[in-house]
């Protein structure tokens, strides 16, 4: 099966493309080169620069600062214990003070050297550079944008588990009972049909609010429709197989059944929705961000950063909402993509593309 997904090219672009985003997604906060929490560390004096632009800047302590684990990092980010200063070096002076020049000031500052945080080597001036630019509030773009690799991919990940269970439930159970129970939940099916998905995102955002958990819920409520759909549909033929009919006279209950015999019988179907609803999920979620209504500031969204920059498209810095739009854009082709080369995989009858 693997080998065969390996040799389809759709299968092969969108992979890679996916993967492109995921591998630094997964570490996330511990290679972004701002570390602090959700990415917001800002600096007006640095904002809208461009992408390769470097900076020499100081870290300044805090009286209270307290030692963080790596767990913690790696899911929230660094607690902001440290104020930075962007600027130039004038000249050093005494052994226990630097003399720097913050941009946008005139006068030369004074800090002691037992305030600042070095660097492993002892320097105290450290530089960074911006691969992807600066934002309007200074903030680092490809810091932001992968963590909001991250938003997105899990929650994609975490709303198709949603949809897929309500729909595999919801299909089953029409299309084995029949009858007046198949009535009701077909009835119920075409109802959610009928509405537009980005509709029904949206009535449930205006109904749990904003906030990462909420817009989870609500992609996944609102993706589940499709699923029940082809899984009604498939469950009506295998009702009607041999095995099947063998296993009810046989005795075995419906709920056995369709656990043993109709589910691993929608494996092929499932797996090939979970990838296009993926793709639908993360769509949802940028367009409720970009909305005002999907995870709110300052967590990195894809489709919030394009919402913050949207006046950008007609400035020179036209790139702020360009590379989230591009970014959205890929990751969704992406899992297209693998979606067409399971399909063609699991299809005998799909000719390989």
């Known amino acids: 099966m693997l080998r065969k997904l390996l040799k389809l090219t759709s299968f092969k672009i969108g992979l890679s493309i996916t993967l492109l985003f995921a591998l630094p997604a997964i570490p996330g906060y511990l290679i972004t080169p701002d570390q602090s929490n959700d990415c917001n560390e800002i600096l007006p004096e640095l904002a809208n620069r461009a992408p390769g632009s470097s900076y020499k800047y100081i870290r300044i302590k805090r009286s209270t600062s307290e030692t963080e684990g790596l767990l913690k990092t790696w899911l929230q980010g660094k607690s902001t ?24 000031e005139i006068v030369v500052k004074r800090f002691a050297n037992k305030d600042l945080v070095a660097e492993s080597n002892g320097q105290v001036f450290h530089k960074q550079t911006n691969w992807l630019g600066t934002d309007r509030f200074g903030r680092d773009v490809l810091s932001r944008l992968i963590i909001g690799a991250r938003v997105s991919l899990s929650v994609g990940f975490i709303s198709v588990f949603i949809s897929l269970f309500l729909g595999t ?27 537009p998905t980005l509709l029904v995102a949206l009535g449930l955002s205006f109904a749990f609010g904003k906030g990462y958990w909420q817009v989870l819920i609500a992609c996944g409520l609102s993706t589940w429709v499709e699923v029940a759909r082809v899984v009604r549909g498939q469950t009506l033929q295998l009702r009607q197989k ?12 419906p709920w056995y ?12 179907s499932l797996t090939v929705l979970a990838t296009t609803n993926f793709a639908a999920a993360i769509l949802l979620e940028s367009g409720l961000s970009f909305l005002g209504l999907g995870i709110a500031p300052p967590t990195p969204s894809w489709g919030s950063m394009a ?31 693998m979606s067409m080369g399971l399909r063609d995989a699991l299809d005998p009858k799909t000719e390989s593309v």
């Open 81 to 104: 214990q440290e104020d930075i200063v962007a600027g130039e070096v004038r000249k050093l002076s005494h052994k226990d003070s630097i003399a720097f020049l913050p941009l946008g």
């Open 169 to 195: 439930m919801i299909g089953m159970a029409a299309g084995y009972f029949g009858g007046r129970t198949d009535s009701v939940l077909s009835w119920f099916i075409a109802v959610f049909w009928s509405i």
């Open 242 to 253: 041999e095995f099947v009919l063998a296993g009810i006279i046989t005795g075995f209950g």
């Open 257 to 268: 059944m369709m656990r043993k015999h109709i589910l691993p019988n929608l494996k092929g």
């Open 307 to 337: 919402k913050e920059h949207l006046g950008n498209l007609v400035l020179d810095s036209a790139w702020l909402a360009l590379i989230p739009g591009l970014a959205i854009m890929l990751l969704v082709m992406a899992f297209n993509l």
